[in-house]
């Protein structure tokens, strides 16, 4: 599933590369489509259409799109390459880039709760 992630964001690359895609640069594109899932692609176009990234980083734990922390337990996933994962926050797909060795042993922290909505930043003193 890892491997539709990748290509998701090789597409993404190419079609907000330049405001028009070049004949070459389309063919990739339709090569690489051929290679995802149907109901991942609608997925994708339809934040595309709204102008957005249908794919997000996360760089340091954190969704690189929305700048929302990404679940612990998401990451793992992740990294095991057994499924693909969305942002609880924007619903983006998420990718997790190619990380140096020395990185923290992640899977050591304790799984976090999904999120089902956006925390609130701060919550007003009842008092
Ligand atoms: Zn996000």
Redesign the pocket.
């Known amino acids: 599933m890892q491997d539709v992630i990748s290509k998701l964001v090789k597409v993404q690359e190419l079609e907000m590369r330049a405001t028009k895609v070049s004949a070459s640069d389309a063919e990739v594109i339709k090569a690489l489509r051929k290679g995802i899932p149907d109901p991942i692609l609608a997925h994708y176009d339809r934040l595309r259409i709204r102008g957005k990234k249908g794919v997000?980083i996360i760089r340091n734990q954190v969704?690189t799109?929305?700048h929302?922390g990404v679940a612990i337990g998401t990451i793992v996933t992740l990294k095991q390459g057994k499924d693909i994962q969305l942002?609880g926050?924007?619903g983006?797909y998420l990718h997790l880039p190619p990380e140096p060795a020395s990185e923290t042993a992640v899977a050591m922290l304790p799984a976090k709760p999904k999120r089902k909505k956006r925390a609130a930043v701060r919550v007003p003193d009842a008092s």
Do not use: K, Q
């Open positions: 997000a969704c799109s929305c929302m942002c926050s924007c983006r």
